[in-house]
């Protein structure tokens, strides 16, 4: 079945960048979702990139696609502790059915210093 | 319309006991998805509704819980003969139809079995 791998954890001072990776298996994927969950929360979507684009710019956020290696990144600019939260990459591909359901991983932590 | 609502936030039950869950979704989607969360993991697909079928259950839906939504509209999970095993956080989400549509969740519910 569909594999996704990231990171567990990741700390950034505040103000820095923050890069989070995702590694997934399923090469159809066509739609590939990044959530943030806060302590004790919902999934909130942040974000998405088309699997025929290398890139998208949302405001702080960019979103980076390799799909030959399968590699998708989170990068959010000026890093603040508001942003502090578990992050979730969701391929959506053959392995999410005709259901479209989203495959996750373990999610990566992002810790913001002060 | 504010989004996905999931009704209780947290339930505390005695193992053996029945519990009922509700999600509300997003009035015009008709996609429905219940998740299930456990501890440093991440979201894990439980059954999914379009409009009022229910067309696929994850192999994690034992035969104790049950999901219903019955005009299409609301949908409930029901777990029957709780074990300790069930405690985690219950996510709903809703979605249109579609291969590039969003999927927006619920705030969920903190099931703690005792």
């Known amino acids: 079945g569909e594999d996704v791998e990231q990171s567990l954890f990741l700390s950034v001072r505040e103000g820095d960048s923050s890069v989070i990776n995702c590694t997934y298996t399923d090469s159809s994927s066509t739609y590939l979702y990044w959530y943030k969950q806060e302590p004790g929360a919902g999934l909130q979507l942040l974000t998405y990139?088309?699997?025929?684009?290398d890139m998208k710019q949302d405001q702080r956020l960019t979103v980076l696609l390799n799909k030959k290696d399968k590699h998708l990144s989170l990068r959010i600019a000026d890093t603040q502790t508001g942003d502090s939260a578990i992050y979730f990459c969701a391929p959506k591909g053959q392995y999410g059915g005709a259901t479209n359901k989203l495959i996750f991983g373990t999610g990566t932590l992002l810790a913001v210093q002060p | 319309d504010t989004g996905v609502s999931q009704d209780p936030r947290h339930k505390i039950t005695k193992r053996g006991q029945n519990v009922t869950f509700r999600c509300d979704p997003i009035?015009?989607?008709?996609?429905l998805y219940w998740y299930r969360q456990t501890l440093g993991q991440g979201p894990e697909f439980l059954t999914y509704f379009q409009n009022e079928a229910q067309l696929e259950k994850s192999r994690l839906l034992s035969d104790r819980f049950s999901a219903e939504r019955p005009k299409g509209s609301f949908s409930t999970l029901e777990i029957q003969r709780t074990e300790q095993g069930d405690s985690a956080m219950y996510l709903c989400a809703s979605s249109f139809q579609g291969a590039g549509t969003e999927a927006f969740f619920g705030q969920g519910t903190r099931l703690t079995v005792v």
């Open positions: 990139i088309f699997s025929n684009m």
């Open positions: 009035s015009e989607h008709n996609r």
